[in-house]
């Protein structure tokens, strides 16, 4: 067990819906990471909070939004849901996101869209 | 621009046989890397990490991993295959973007173990 949580475990909705994944990191870690994994795509980086604050963003669809909330808790956002969403979103967190630090990652919720 | 190669998306091997996973990395800065294995329906755990101090790093698991700058690779290895250690495996490399963690994942190598 990392220590991260994510809700829900399983999520099947239609397309054009929206969604919002939930991310709890690990007691201490200011530091929350978003990735989406796909078999076409693999794993990718979407974007990373630090302390509430947006501080990198990768591989993210302006459909997708994120915000990390002052108990650092983290929402994934995702609207307008295309089928070609349907993934596996992990979250991940580390203690302020410095270069060498291990992220610890969530066991991750899967998506389907139908 | 950072990047990671894994040679392999399927490794099949003998259960006691040794394990090679292959990683291949480029980066513009001395790097970090990082090799995590993910079981079925599970998230991504560290097996271990070269942060630029031994070049032989061990982890878990008895998994060990190599930094050899000069052929820029990072070679996952482990003696003796068990049944457990069936997984994905990914390596990963992290650099600094605007002074912050930016890290970069493989495509992930699919390790079978014959029994």
């Known amino acids: 067990d990392s220590g991260v949580t994510q809700t829900p475990k399983h999520l099947i909705t239609a397309t054009g819906q929206r969604v919002t994944l939930r991310c709890s990191p690990r007691s201490g870690d200011l530091s929350v990471y978003w990735y989406q994994q796909s078999l076409d795509q693999g794993l990718q980086f979407l974007i990373q909070y630090y302390n509430g604050e947006e501080r990198a963003k990768g591989n993210i669809l302006e459909r997708f939004s994120a915000q990390q909330f002052p108990d650092l808790h983290s929402e994934l956002n995702l609207s307008s849901l295309e089928l070609g969403d349907s993934a596996l979103y992990f979250c991940?967190?580390?203690?302020?996101?410095?270069?060498?630090?291990?992220?610890?990652f969530g066991p991750g919720t899967r998506l389907l869209v139908l | 621009a950072q990047s990671v190669t894994q040679l392999g998306s399927h490794v099949s091997v003998s259960e006691g046989a040794l394990v090679l996973l292959r990683c291949n990395y480029s980066?513009?800065?001395?790097?970090?890397l990082f090799w995590y294995v993910q079981y079925p329906n599970q998230g991504l755990q560290l097996l271990l990490k070269y942060t630029s101090a031994a070049t032989l790093v061990k982890g878990i698991n008895g998994f060990e991993a190599e930094f050899k700058k000069s052929e820029t690779s990072f070679h996952l290895t482990k003696p003796s295959a068990h049944m457990s250690d069936a997984a994905e495996y990914f390596c990963a490399v992290s650099g600094r973007s605007g002074g912050y963690q930016k890290v970069t994942f493989g495509t992930g190598t699919k390790l079978q173990v014959i029994p």
């Open positions: 980066s513009s800065v001395p790097p970090y």
């Open positions: 991940a967190s580390s203690v302020v996101g410095g270069w060498a630090e291990t992220q610890y």
